[in-house]
């Protein structure tokens, strides 16, 4: 599974899909939702191995309460909700970020998913959900010297991350035509490919998938050397 496409996807847009509809910005989350299941099974059609979602952001605490408690209610009932739709796909989830300030509801859905589905092995979607980047490495850093470990090397921080089972991110794409990372996955996209569509995250679905594998497969990686 080690040489198939890890695909990292900043789902942005939502709000603004629902306010063009004169809508609460939590359809746009509700829609989002959706195309996020097409785009899932886009991935599974072309043989993509990796997904990671960027859900929740550990500055999206900053958004209105209401709207945060929608989307902790999205990421418990949903969640539970679509077990059926994993496990019938072999979609296997991965938790990635800090769980613990969670809601407890949340946290419980969210274990539940990741043990009943922890045999499956088409797709692997790692939810990023009170993920950031820069807490990312601090808690691997953290985790690393409660190992005893005393020298830090991008060794020891990259096989103290979440899940270091699952390889770097090969490349980056973000709807709603926004060109930063947002502190997502900032150790691993040292030389991911980035991507930005206009298209906002409710209107995505599986040709999307088809579009990130071509424009991706157009690009020459050279991680520092001379390339192809
Ligand atoms: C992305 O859509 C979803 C989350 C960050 C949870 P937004 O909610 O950021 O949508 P816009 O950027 O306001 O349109
Ligand atoms: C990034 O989107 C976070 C997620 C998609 C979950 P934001 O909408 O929060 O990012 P900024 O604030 O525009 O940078
Ligand atoms: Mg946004």
Redesign the pocket.
């Given at each position: 599974m080690e040489d198939k496409l890890h695909i990292g996807l900043?789902?942005?847009?939502n709000?603004r899909w629902a306010s063009s509809r004169h809508l609460p910005r939590t359809a746009g989350h509700l829609a989002g939702l959706k195309a996020l299941k097409k785009v899932a099974l886009g991935a599974i059609k072309n043989n993509v191995g990796y997904l990671t979602l960027?859900?929740?952001?550990t500055?999206?605490w900053k958004r209105p309460k209401m709207e945060v408690d929608y989307l902790m209610g999205l990421f418990s009932e949903k969640v539970i909700g679509e077990l059926p739709f994993f496990n019938n796909n072999g979609i296997k989830l991965l938790f990635l970020g800090d769980m613990e300030p969670l809601p407890e509801d949340a946290k419980k859905a969210l274990n539940q998913v990741i043990d009943e589905t922890k045999n499956n092995g088409k797709l692997i979607i790692q939810l990023?959900i009170n993920?950031g980047g820069q807490d990312e490495v601090c808690r691997a850093v953290n985790r690393a010297l409660s190992k005893g470990i005393t020298l830090i090397t991008p060794e020891v921080i990259r096989s103290n991350f979440d899940n270091p089972e699952v390889p770097p991110v090969d490349v980056i794409a973000?709807s709603?035509g926004?060109m930063?990372l947002?502190?997502?996955l900032l150790w691993d996209s040292a030389y991911a490919e980035f991507i930005s569509y206009k298209k906002l995250?409710p209107d995505w679905d599986e040709c999307d998938i088809v579009s990130i594998i071509d424009d991706f497969g157009k690009r020459n990686r050279k991680f520092g050397g001379l390339g192809k």
């Open positions: 900043i789902m942005d847009g709000g960027y859900c929740f952001s500055e999206n990023a993920y973000r709603a926004e930063r947002s502190n997502f995250w």
